[in-house]
């Protein structure tokens, strides 16, 4: 079954920058891809989401500006850039697998395969 693997978390002073990647083991062509993320003591938010073709994205409010999602379909590979990160962006990102190939802004209830994260912290 398909499994995604997050990489590319660390840790940066605020204004700085990551990109995280995600490997999908399988093909991802089909579906709308996302990212999450759970600040400490924090329940699971959306980040953003990339329809099939990418074509179309969403993200958050609060990092509107700052995050660039992306994909490359034929590496089943899925992108985000982290740009101008502040401390409230620490948290443990996930990268997931939607149950369509068009998005919305990204909700848990329409994906269904999880990776197990990767580790983001900013600091002041």
């Known amino acids: 079954y398909l499994q995604l693997v997050e990489s590319g978390g660390g840790s940066v002073q605020a204004g700085g920058s990551l990109t995280l990647s995600c490997a999908a083991s399988?093909?991802?062509?089909?579906?709308?891809m996302g990212w999450f993320r759970q600040p400490p003591g924090k329940e699971r938010e959306g980040v953003a989401a990339?329809?099939?073709?990418?074509?179309?994205?969403f993200y958050t409010d609060s990092v509107q500006g700052r995050f660039t999602i992306a994909r490359n379909n034929a590496n089943n590979t899925v992108f985000l850039q982290m740009n101008g990160l502040k401390p409230e962006d620490t948290g443990t990102y996930y990268c997931?697998?939607?149950?369509?190939?068009?998005?919305?802004?990204?909700?848990?209830?329409?994906?269904?395969?999880w990776g197990q994260g990767t580790q983001v912290t900013v600091s002041t």
């Open positions: 399988g093909y991802i062509i089909s579906s709308c």
């Open positions: 997931a697998f939607g149950l369509f190939s068009w998005c919305r802004a990204p909700a848990s209830e329409d994906f269904r395969v």
């Open positions: 990339i329809s099939f073709d990418g074509a179309h994205t």
